[in-house]
């Protein structure tokens, strides 16, 4: 009888903890939310191949448990219908405005796609710790990582973007803010060509 009991309670644990990561293989925008059963379950979110604004909304609006998203090997497509902000036009390769406001993610890796574009208030009020923003995002919008009072640090490898404001707009808003840090073009690098990480204060 222990040994039944045993093995059920594993295979209980087993099915709590492949339920709380989710490698997602995208064959199609807007794919994503017919396709996950429980979102409120998963932590650990990867999303590989084409998504849209109407899936990042899903992931924004319904994965509440969520703290880590990686989105480096994804895509983001244009997009016409209800999302983030409403009925409209949302553009390719943008992280739409809003979209991850106020949510429980913590560590997000963006996708790599050249001219990537960070919308108005995009990460806003989220638990975002830390973000290395690639040498291929073009914009950062306004008041994209406002009200984070647990980020720390913002990273930049590669050419500044343009960022409305400046980087002093996007500075937590608490009443200790953290310094935030940021580098210019990264000619160092390290063994296995990763850029070394440098924080001069802004």
């Known amino acids: 009888m ?25 064959e199609a925008p807007g794919s994503f939310a017919s396709s996950v059963t429980e979102p409120a379950t998963v932590t ?13 909304c899903f992931i ?11 989105l480096s090997a994804a895509s983001i497509a244009s ?5 983030i902000n409403g009925l409209g036009n ?16 913590s560590e997000i890796t963006l996708p790599a796609t050249p001219g990537l574009r960070i ?9 975002i710790k830390e973000l290395s923003i690639p040498s291929t995002v073009a914009f950062i919008g306004q008041g994209s990582f406002s ?14 973007p343009q960022v409305p ?10 009443d200790a803010p953290r310094p935030m840090t940021h580098r210019r073009p990264c000619p160092r690098k390290a063994p296995g060509g990763r850029a070394i990480v440098v924080n001069p204060m802004i």
């Open 2 to 26: 222990p040994r039944i009991i045993t093995a059920a309670l594993a295979g209980l644990l087993a099915t709590v903890f492949s339920a709380s990561a989710l490698d997602f293989n995208s």
């Open 44 to 56: 650990d979110l990867r999303i590989s191949g084409p998504v849209d604004a109407s899936d990042l």
């Open 60 to 70: 924004g609006r319904t994965m509440t448990a969520l703290t880590r998203l990686d």
């Open 79 to 83: 997009y016409s219908g209800e999302a």
């Open 90 to 105: 949302y553009d390719a390769n943008t992280i739409p405005t809003g979209a991850f406001a106020g949510t429980a993610i």
């Open 119 to 127: 919308g108005d208030a995009a990460f806003a009020g989220s638990a």
């Open 147 to 160: 009200g984070c009072k647990t980020l720390e640090k913002l990273t930049l490898c590669g050419p500044l």
């Open 165 to 174: 404001g400046g980087f002093a707009a996007q500075r937590p808003s608490c």
